[in-house]
């Protein structure tokens, strides 16, 4: 019987092995093509994080490109000065008044020459003590100090006026010592043939590195007193920005500082007072009281505590800020996601970025060395990162528009206006239009911000204080009901 039945069987087994057929097939062609898929997501995944480890390993090769440059530019700077020794001097000058200051030369006997060429009465040149501090320290110019002189040494020089006598003007007429020795440090290297911008440079961090290279510019293209009008300009522009982001903000931090000023009051004078009032009554203390009350305690003592913890706090977070780039960036992330702020920020800082970019353009920097320029004067390390990107893309003969394609932290609107700028061959203009419309953004975003906030802190100030005295208020009503 099985051997009868064995046929059937086989065929049974053909049929069905053939009717399913297709289906083995498609399965697996399925997981045929889904391992295929598979590999090649795989394969575009790592190519990407290649790329991007690629982009990244470059990024930080250019900063340690520019890193390198920054620390040559100063050994190379130590290499060319000659050994200088401090002196302390004391001269008489045109007006009869006496000036004391300090001085770095070779010898007295130059101090003395030089001082003397500069028109003082020398009285006396003597070296420093090493316990002669110079309290005049500082010197480094701002933005309002370097449009009022940039304005007046080009009027001088439109004048006929020579430039090292130029120099020794704004120097004589400046009020503040620090930056009256910093003109006398640029007359001398001037009177040692050095070139402006050479002797600028050779002050360190004094002058910023935009007015230097764009003075170099100059000199090469022997347009100096057009240079220092945009000069000018530019830096007039910056502090109108800078004048309007302290005029927003001073409103809101002194009404900040007086809330804090009067809830500390509140809470050390008058409630340990009401306090004592409910413990002698036996008043029954509802749960906001109590935590206000605890407050004061906590405020009472730990005051000392609580105040070397803030300056820590707040001298940590400066020093990290400065020093750390990686907390930087963190917190400028943070600070560049808050509603209106980030706003505010990215407004200031396309401003910032396509005004300088304009004015370098315009005065014949070649594209790179402006990035590098603008790489140097911002301080946010997102636009930092974009430029340093710009600068490899340059390198491989890719346009500037595609570091800027996409980038959250810079606007579609002004991607554009640099996409047009390259097709019409006139970026520098472009950039030019960018600034001045990011600017009037800025300055409107500013002005609301400000009549936003003066309300608000009013209202926070309001609650804070109302919450304090209802604390207060609430276990009278408890006291009031035993004496009935």
Not at 33 to 46: E, P
Not at 151 to 163: F, H, P, V
Not at 367 to 385: F, R
Not at 424 to 451: D, F, I, P, R, W
Request: aromatic share 10%.
């Amino acid at each position: 019987m099985e051997i009868i039945a064995m046929p059937f069987i086989f065929i049974y087994h053909v049929v069905h092995y053939i009717l399913l057929s297709p289906k083995r097939i498609l399965n697996y062609a399925y997981s045929g093509i889904l391992a295929v898929v598979d590999k090649l997501s795989r394969g575009k995944v790592t190519k990407r994080k290649e790329e991007k480890a690629k982009e990244d390993s470059a990024i930080l090769e250019v900063e340690e490109m520019m890193n390198e440059s920054k620390i040559n530019s100063k050994e190379k700077l130590v290499i060319d000065k000659e050994p200088l020794i401090s002196f302390r001097y004391k001269v008489r000058g045109s007006s009869g008044k006496i000036i004391n200051g300090t001085f770095e030369g070779p010898s007295a006997d130059e101090v003395k020459v030089f001082l003397q060429n500069e028109g003082y009465e020398v009285l006396e040149v003597v070296p420093r003590k090493f316990y002669d501090i110079d309290i005049n320290i500082g010197g480094k110019f701002t933005a309002a100090d370097l449009s009022f002189s940039l304005t007046q040494l080009s009027t001088y020089l439109k004048a006929g006026i020579a430039l090292i006598d130029s120099v020794r003007i704004l120097e004589k007429q400046s009020e503040k010592p620090e930056q009256r020795k910093v003109y006398q440090k640029v007359v001398y290297e001037l009177l040692k043939g050095q070139d402006l911008s050479a002797a600028m440079e050779k002050q360190g961090d004094k002058f910023p590195p935009l007015l230097v290279n764009m003075i170099k510019t100059a000199e090469l293209t022997g347009d100096l007193t057009s240079v220092l009008d945009d000069m000018a300009d530019y830096y007039t522009s910056k502090e109108e920005t800078r004048k309007a982001m302290v005029s927003a903000m001073t409103y809101p931090v002194i009404v900040l500082c007086i809330a804090i000023g009067v809830i500390i009051f509140i809470l050390v004078s008058i409630v340990p007072q009401f306090v004592e009032m409910y413990e002698d009554n036996d008043a029954e203390i509802p749960a906001i009281t109590t935590f206000v009350m605890n407050a004061s305690d906590f405020i009472v003592n730990y005051y000392a505590f609580i105040i070397v913890g803030v300056v820590v706090f707040v001298g940590l977070f400066v020093y990290l800020y400065k020093k750390n780039k990686t907390f930087r960036k963190n917190v400028q992330l943070v600070l560049m996601h808050i509603p209106v702020f980030s706003q505010i920020i990215i407004y200031n800082e396309v401003y910032n970025f396509t005004k300088t970019f304009a004015s370098l353009l315009n005065h014949g920097v070649f594209i790179t060395d402006s990035m590098e320029v603008l790489a140097k004067i911002t301080n946010n390390e997102i636009y930092k990162e974009i430029i340093a990107r710009t600068i490899i893309n340059l390198n491989k003969g890719v346009n500037i528009s595609e570091s800027f394609k996409g980038q959250w932290a810079f606007p579609v609107a002004a991607y554009e206006m640099i996409v047009t700028g390259e097709k019409t061959g006139q970026l520098g203009l472009m950039m030019e239009k960018v600034a001045n419309y990011y600017q009037v953004l800025h300055k409107t975003l500013v002005k609301q911000m400000q009549s936003f906030i003066e309300p608000l802190m009013i209202a926070f100030l309001a609650l804070i204080v109302g919450t304090i005295l209802l604390s207060i208020v609430v276990p009278m009503f408890d006291i009031y009901g035993k004496i009935q």
